[in-house]
Nanobody, 125 residues
Framework: QLVESGGGLVRTGGSLRLSCAAS????????IGWFRQAPGREREGVSC??????GYADSVKGRFTISSDNAKNTVYLRMNSLKPEDTAVYYC??????????????????????WGQGTVVTVSS
């Protein structure tokens, strides 16, 4: 199970930190990805992390930072310098260690096994 939190309404240039709390699987063996889906658009990858790899989409590189706390089974996404185009529902997902991938490119959306319900981020202009 994955549960996202930390979304909200923020002004352009503001910051938020999203959390993804995991349970029910071997957290530190899985890679975790963050995705987002804006109204009328397809879900897209934002960032991903495993024990030794991190990846970011070009659109968030330099503004977003992903991190992991294995003791808390939680992955964070720190989002700085937010823009209106960052407005979306943000999801985290877990992909099994059997999936081979290589940073900076994150695993494709179709290989993830577990998904959270999402948290809404709204950036006002």
């Amino acid at each position: 199970q994955l549960v996202e939190s930390g979304g909200g309404l923020v002004r352009t240039g503001g910051s938020l930190r999203l959390s993804c709390a995991a349970s029910g699987f071997t957290f530190d063996a899985y890679a975790i990805g963050w995705f987002r889906q804006a109204p009328g658009r397809e879900r897209e990858g934002v960032s991903c992390i495993s024990d030794n790899q991190i990846g970011y989409a070009d659109s968030v590189k330099g503004r977003f930072t992903i991190s992991s706390d294995n003791a808390k089974n939680t992955v964070y996404l720190r989002m700085n310098s937010l823009k209106p185009e960052d407005t979306a529902v943000y999801y985290c997902a877990a992909v099994a260690p059997t999936v081979i991938w290589g940073a900076p490119r994150c695993p494709t959306i179709d290989v993830y096994d577990y998904w959270g319900q999402g948290t809404v981020v709204t950036v006002s202009s």
